[in-house]
């Protein structure tokens, strides 16, 4: 077996609308409902998921947590561009920009929570940096 790529996440939120314009307005996804009235934040070809603590569906994360989580979301926005965009919107930088790794090479990452404190990653590959 051979995995090729990431389809969805689902987060445990305590607010699904909350969580909705974040990602929305925040970092331009897309908010579609589907199934049950759930929701879900696309961007390329994959998606986020939201559940609502105490609302979760079966099955699930053992412990379903809001703001256990942790990921990297690249952009092709420069770090300078991505620091703007958010200063505008008033969301607190946690750290960056900083060089990490990515699953391809050196990334330029900026670290900001969402409304239940998960750390997003916000990174981009840059055309100086050589990509693995």
Not at 78 to 106: C, D, F, Q, W, Y
């Amino acid at each position: 077996m051979k995995i090729l790529r990431l389809d969805h996440l689902v987060l445990t939120v305590q607010s699904v609308d909350a969580s909705s314009k974040f990602y929305s307005e925040v970092l331009g996804m897309e908010i579609v409902t589907f199934g049950q009235d759930r929701k879900a934040a696309v961007f390329g070809q994959q998606k986020i998921n939201f559940q609502e603590v105490g609302k979760e569906i079966d099955p699930k994360a053992y412990r379903p947590t809001p703001g256990s989580g942790d990921f990297c979301l690249i952009t092709d926005e420069t770090p300078p561009n991505v620091l703007r965009h958010l200063k505008k919107l008033g969301v607190k930088i946690e750290l960056g920009p900083v060089e990490r790794t990515g699953a391809l090479g050196s990334i330029i990452s900026i670290y900001i929570r969402d409304p239940d404190e998960n750390l997003v990653e916000i990174s981009s590959y840059s055309p100086k940096i050589k990509v693995r």
